[in-house]
């Protein structure tokens, strides 16, 4: 990690380096701002794939921990183990059956164990080495487990109203693209992937949170504005005024317009082999 600087600034690098830095204060909170958006949605879909008592689990880019402590507060799974390059926001609040690695899972060297569920969230996006990736997490599953990725999906294209958000928006895409190699554009294909990383029972769903004043969603979105707003700048399609109206746009009851949604998909190790 790169030493605690006075904003985030453009350059080439990875998430959590040039932009959304834990060692920027707030980060923590602009996580969890995403995780009131989403962790209601993540904790059905892996409780309906069958995640509970005895399952051994391991929660990669795992944040600030809320997927991981619902797993074994509510599924009342064994054990999860919680994986990101700085854990600091995991090791804030221990708890039982939850262990943490500081780690890149990038690396040749990951390899944690095996697990009947391996849960990704907002990981892969920021990788470009996701087809890789989604073949090495399938690996780490026991036979009969399950691997579910999610990411985000951009719904505003072309088409969209132009409004400030919608602006906002293209440019925020745009500006991690260039600076972080942040890129949702083949989040689509991950079914595919994940058959193609020899699972079975492949599916996917979309979850798009409503944009309204005040919701978790909206003030995630704000926030993430602010830490990114030089790499937004420097695509040349938003001013500072124009990030600032789009902030704005979000606080009022004109906002009309879609968030970017999560896709979730998921597939299953066969139980022996196949044929």
């Known amino acids: 990690m790169n030493s605690s600087p006075p904003g985030d600034a453009p350059g080439e690098g990875r998430y959590g380096e040039a932009f959304f830095s834990p060692d920027r204060a707030g980060e923590a909170e602009r996580i969890d701002f995403g995780a009131l958006a989403y962790d209601d949605i993540t904790m059905a879909r892996l409780r309906a794939l069958g995640a509970g008592p005895g399952w051994r689990c391991l929660d990669i880019g795992a944040g600030t921990g809320t997927v991981s402590r619902r797993l074994l507060g509510e599924a009342g799974v064994a054990s999860v183990l919680a994986v990101d390059r700085d854990v600091r926001f995991l090791d804030a609040r221990p708890?039982?059956?939850?262990?943490?690695?500081?780690?890149?899972?990038?690396?040749?060297?990951?390899?944690?164990?095996?697990?009947?569920?391996?849960?990704?969230?907002?990981?892969?996006?920021?990788?470009?080495?996701?087809?890789?990736?989604?073949?090495?997490?399938?690996?780490?599953?026991?036979?009969?487990?399950?691997?579910?990725?999610?990411?985000a999906v951009d719904l505003t294209s072309e088409r969209a109203p132009a409004t400030p958000y919608s602006t906002a928006m293209r440019a925020m895409w745009?500006?991690?693209?260039?600076?972080?190699?942040?890129?949702?554009?083949?989040?689509?294909?991950?079914?595919?992937?994940?058959?193609?990383?020899?699972?079975?029972?492949?599916?996917?769903?979309?979850?798009?949170p409503p944009l309204v004043p005040g919701s978790a969603i909206s003030r995630f979105?704000?926030?993430?504005?602010?830490?990114?707003?030089?790499?937004?700048?420097?695509?040349?399609?938003?001013?500072?005024?124009?990030?600032?109206?789009?902030?704005?746009?979000?606080?009022?009851?004109?906002?009309?317009?879609?968030?970017?949604?999560?896709?979730?998909?998921?597939?299953?190790?066969?139980?022996?082999?196949?044929?």
């Open 174 to 208: 745009q500006g991690l693209r260039a600076t972080i190699g942040t890129d949702v554009s083949p989040v689509p294909s991950y079914p595919h992937l994940l058959r193609g990383a020899g699972l079975d029972h492949v599916a996917a769903e979309i979850h798009v």
């Open 95 to 151: 708890t039982p059956g939850l262990r943490t690695l500081q780690t890149d899972i990038t690396a040749p060297d990951f390899a944690p164990g095996s697990f009947q569920l391996v849960h990704a969230r907002f990981v892969l996006m920021h990788l470009p080495e996701r087809e890789r990736l989604i073949g090495r997490f399938a690996e780490l599953l026991t036979p009969g487990g399950v691997l579910v990725v999610s990411d």
């Open 221 to 275: 979105w704000a926030d993430t504005w602010q830490r990114s707003r030089e790499a937004m700048l420097s695509t040349g399609l938003v001013d500072d005024a124009g990030i600032d109206a789009a902030v704005r746009y979000l606080e009022s009851d004109a906002c009309a317009a879609l968030s970017a949604g999560m896709l979730t998909a998921w597939g299953q190790k066969p139980q022996g082999p196949r044929g």
